[in-house]
């Protein structure tokens, strides 16, 4: 089991629990752009990400698809623990955005450990109150907020969840996040610079005076 285990997720107190994860969990590394979830598979494992970016994205039916939120160490996705529970196709894609490991348990103890364990039902309860937050925050900015606002935000957000001030990323990834153009996210990166919030480079985008 991963030696700092405890400290990514402080909720597990249960030396029980404990031990039922380090029994029936393997650990597992994806490398970046691998596809953890994919739309309309079903869901074996749920994932306990150890270290990495993992992105939750929502693809519509012409195959576009809209950044949802970021899973970082000590979280896991939500969306997979309601797809267990109810035993349905998944409806979003994970991504890993940088390399990972996880701890992958198998649903099989999804529903045993929360009628068993108080410190899995707080962990579970927990990540769902943090998702609905995310959630709730991409709604309002799809639906109140204009495209440099959702922009500006996006890059924030995702400096945050890779604990840097200099992204990489193209402009045609940031605008497949957004669901938009590549022409625009150039445009409106500009208009961003000249303002004196951020600075471009080569695929890279200096946050520092922001965050």
């Known amino acids: 089991m991963i030696n700092d285990f405890k400290t990514l997720f402080p909720d597990f107190n249960s030396a029980e629990l404990f031990k039922e994860i380090n029994n029936v969990a393997s650990t597992r590394e994806f490398v970046t752009d691998e596809v953890l979830i994919d739309l309309g598979?079903?869901?074996?494992?749920?994932?306990?990400?150890?270290?990495?970016?993992?992105?939750?994205?929502?693809e519509d039916n012409d195959g576009n698809e809209l950044l949802m939120y970021y899973l970082a160490p000590g979280q896991t996705c939500t969306v997979s623990l309601t797809?267990?529970?109810?035993?349905?196709?998944?409806?979003?894609?994970?991504?890993?955005?940088?390399?990972?490991?996880?701890?992958?348990?198998?649903i099989k103890y999804m529903d045993e450990w929360m009628i068993k364990y108080k410190d899995w039902r707080k962990f579970v309860m927990n990540n769902y109150r943090t998702r609905f937050e995310d959630l709730f925050q991409t709604i309002d900015s799809i639906a109140f907020h204009k495209l440099d606002e959702r922009l500006l935000t996006y890059l924030k957000t995702k400096a945050k969840a890779k604990k840097v001030t200099i992204l990489k990323a193209t402009h045609k990834e940031i605008a497949y996040d957004l669901n938009s153009s590549r022409e625009v996210v150039s445009r409106l990166l500009k208009q961003l610079e000249k303002q004196g919030g951020i600075e471009l480079g080569r695929n890279m985008i200096d946050l520092s005076k922001l965050l």
Not at 41 to 58: F, H, N
């Open 41 to 58: 598979g079903y869901i074996k494992t749920i994932p306990l990400i150890v270290s990495g970016l993992v992105k939750i994205v929502k």
């Open 83 to 106: 797809c267990c529970m109810s035993q349905q196709k998944s409806e979003i894609k994970a991504v890993v955005e940088e390399d990972a490991k996880m701890i992958m348990v198998p």
